[in-house]
């Protein structure tokens, strides 16, 4: 399972988040299911642009179960190769 987590820190009231994908849906959904994301929070499901917005403690239970720690660019890049389209 190859599951992603950016190096973004956005503000959403008092928490700081960050973004999580995967190479496929069903990756993302068991590491959000793992870490205790619920589905409801998925973003621009069913698209290539699928992901989730986790806080800090959620990115830091998600490296510890395995998912690759990157830069918002590489992620922006990964997503863009998985679909075979240009980066802009």
Partial sequence: M????DDARIRYGR???CHMIADSP??????????GVARR???CA??????FD???????IA?????????SHDIARHLAA????EET
């Fill in 54 to 60: 986790i806080c800090m403690a959620k990115r830091a």
């Fill in 63 to 71: 490296v510890s179960r395995g998912a690759k720690e990157t830069t």
């Fill in 15 to 17: 928490l700081v988040m």
């Fill in 82 to 85: 998985l679909h075979g389209e």
């Fill in 46 to 51: 069913g698209t290539h642009h699928e992901h």
């Fill in 26 to 35: 069903s990756e993302l959904l068991v590491m959000a299911e793992s870490i």
């Fill in 41 to 43: 929070w998925l973003q």
């Fill in 2 to 5: 190859t599951v992603y987590v």
